[in-house]
């Protein structure tokens, strides 16, 4: 007896692990691509695993959150987190999957719309369900982001599709978008990095961007700090990006007043100044707001600080310098810093003592003319356009009706 058909996929499925920014950036950029090119009706359903998740799933993925945020920062929990992220093997059933995804597979497991997420684990979670759609929009590819069981896999680079290809992967199933950067500075990439380049090839004053991740390992935020108080007493300007009420807000605040520093304080309430001295704390609270922050004052900066991990798009698809930070926290981290170093788009703070002087470090880099070269290494590589391309082919992918 025949059995019956399938209903047909009505629209597209969006699922968030919505611990950290990394993984969780990467939706948000498609969603915004779609409602921006008028096609919000192709949303169907947009969730994260803690809206979904009940009982022991939920209380797993609250577990998960929580060494994300305290594993970072070293001590007897960050070697554990340390410990699990190196025997990550989504391809081997365990009962931590099996938990985790509980929820998930008694919700999804057997409809039809399309469905898209951004982590391995919900890929090994929810594998071979039909029309399962793994962006990775990171560029490199560590071990534990190959995994089997998605339909398609959206990747930035042929470099990063090469990778699932050689995993095993049908090459006709592997999509290659382009980097995924945020659309506002998509649309200002050209214009920032020509008056990016003349700041920087003529003697004024320049604007660094320092920023953490949203686990905010405490050495990274000790070198943010460092390095942004070198940057102010050499005359240059510093914008601190910072969660509001979080650990680098902070500390900066008590180590500028030490300085007898005074930083202009915004948030998303407050207009952004036309001009300011010195140094601006930005503070947000949700990744939208950080988003649209980070868009208002971006014609403005010159190089950014932050750790290895997705923002190191800017600095190959914008033309910004980077330089990063250690210790490296996760797998992505050491191999985009490796990425970005072969690039001659980045440089590393390392020791406490390098953020120390880092403002010196700056005036080399620039005299010399390192920094000019740092900038345009990253223009012109690769198409920067990922997360428009990524909507295109969602709403043309033939799994959608």
Same mark, same amino acid.
């Given at each position: 007896?025949?059995?019956?058909? @399938? ?9 968030? $692990?919505?611990? &950290? *920014?990394?993984?969780?950036? !990467?939706?948000? +950029? ?83 719309? @399309? ?9 090994? $979670?929810?594998? &071979? *369900?039909?029309?399962?759609? !793994?962006?990775? +929009? ?98 240059? *300007? ?6 509001? +009420? ?156």
């Amino acid at each position: 007896m025949n059995q019956p058909a @399938p209903p047909a996929p009505s629209g597209l499925d969006f699922l968030y $692990t919505d611990i &950290g *920014r990394g993984h969780p950036f !990467y939706l948000d +950029g498609i969603i915004e691509s779609l409602v921006r090119s008028g096609h919000t009706g192709a949303l169907h359903n947009v969730e994260t695993v803690f809206d979904i998740s009940t009982g022991p799933s939920l209380r797993a993925w609250r577990l998960a959150r929580w060494f994300y945020k305290r594993g970072s920062s070293g001590g007897q929990v960050g070697k554990l987190y340390r410990r699990l992220r190196r025997n990550s093997n989504y391809n081997e059933p365990s009962k931590g999957i099996e938990i985790l995804g509980r929820s998930l597979r008694e919700k999804y497991k057997s409809k039809t719309n @399309p469905l898209i997420v951004a982590h391995p684990l919900l890929v090994a $979670t929810l594998k &071979g *369900r039909a029309n399962l759609i !793994y962006q990775h +929009g990171e560029l490199v590819v560590p071990g534990e982001a190959l995994v089997r069981g998605a339909s398609k896999i959206l990747v930035p680079t042929e470099d990063a599709a090469k990778a699932f290809i050689d995993f095993g992967y049908d090459k006709n199933d592997v999509v290659v978008t382009g980097l995924c950067i945020e659309p506002d500075l998509f649309r200002q990439a050209e214009s920032a990095y020509s008056t990016r380049l003349a700041r920087i090839n003529g003697q004024e004053h320049l604007t660094g961007l320092f920023v953490s991740s949203g686990a905010e390992p405490k050495p990274h935020l000790r070198k943010l700090i460092k390095a942004a108080i070198s940057t102010i007493n050499a005359g240059h *300007r510093a914008v601190i990006l910072a969660h509001e +009420g979080g650990h680098l807000s902070y500390r900066f605040r008590a180590a500028a007043g030490d300085e007898g520093i005074v930083a202009t304080a915004i948030d998303s309430t407050t207009p952004i100044p036309a001009e300011f001295e010195g140094c601006l704390l930005i503070e947000y609270s949700t990744r939208r707001e950080v988003n649209s922050l980070t868009a208002a004052i971006f014609s403005w900066i010159d190089f950014f600080v932050s750790p290895a991990h997705e923002r190191v798009n800017w600095a190959l698809g914008l033309g910004l310098p980077l330089f990063t930070l250690s210790p490296f926290v996760g797998p992505f981290a050491p191999l985009n810093q490796e990425l970005v170093v072969h690039a001659g788009v980045a440089e590393s703070i390392i020791e406490d003592s390098t953020a120390d002087r880092f403002a010196a470090m700056l005036t080399d880099l620039r005299q010399t003319g390192r920094l000019t070269e740092m900038a345009a290494n990253g223009r012109g590589g690769y198409n920067i356009d990922g997360f428009a391309r990524c909507a295109d082919f969602l709403l043309n992918n033939p799994g959608r009706k």
